[in-house]
C-alpha cells in the first residue's frame, strides 16, 4: 500500500504518525484491495475548540473513498474519519458481492 500522511498547519509527533498509519493499515482486512491510502491532518486556526481535522482518502480499484470528521483531538477525529470509511469499505464489499 502507498502511503501519504501529510500534517497542515503544524508539525505532528512520530507517535501520533505511528498511531494513524497502524489505524488505517487495519483498514485492509474490511476490503483487500487498497491501492493507497492519502491521510490529512489539519490544525485550523480559529475560534472553535474543535478545530482539529483528520482527512482521510483510501485509493480503491473503481472509485475513491473519503472520510473526513473534526474534533477537539486528533485522536478522535482519526477514529471518526476510520469508523466513516469503515462503513463505506463495508457497504462496497457487500455491493461486490451481491453483483457477483
Known sequence: MKWDIQTVGFSAKEDLLASTKESV???EKYYSPIIGA???LRLEYDAQNENKKVEIKLNIPGE???A???SASFEHSLHG???KVKRQ???KKDLDRSVR
Open 68 to 70: 473526513e470528521h473534526r
Open 89 to 91: 469499505l463495508l457497504k
Open 81 to 83: 474519519s476510520i469508523d
Open 25 to 27: 493499515m487495519k483498514l
Open 38 to 40: 492519502e491521510v490529512y
Open 64 to 66: 475513491d473513498v473519503f
